[in-house]
C-alpha cells in the first residue's frame, strides 16, 4: 500500500496548527522546514520551534500529529526538532510578516 498524500499535503494540514503565543500557523512562521512521506504513509516532519526553550513546544508537537491523523493513508507520525538553522524572523512567510505588521 502506498500513500495517498504528498509532501504538499502535510504542509497544508500544518497550517492548522498555530503557535500559541504568536497565533500564526507553523508553516507561515517558518518552522517547517521538511515532511518526509514514505511509500507508505509514515510522516516524519523537520521543524524547530521559535526558541530554544519554548515552553509550548510539547504542545505544537502534540498538535502536529493530531493535524496530520486525518490523511487519507497516513501511518505513523513523528517530529524531530531541529535547532540548526536556528529560526529567525525572515523565514515567516510574506503573509505571516503582513499578519503581524513586520516591514
Known sequence: MSATFTKDDVREGLKNVYDPEIGVNIVDLGLVYDADVSDTGDVLVTMT???LGCPLGPVIVQEVNNALKDLPGIGDTDVKLVWSPPW???MMSEDAKDELGMW
Do not use: E, V
Open 88 to 90: 529567525s524572523p525572515d
Open 49 to 51: 520551534l521559535t526558541s
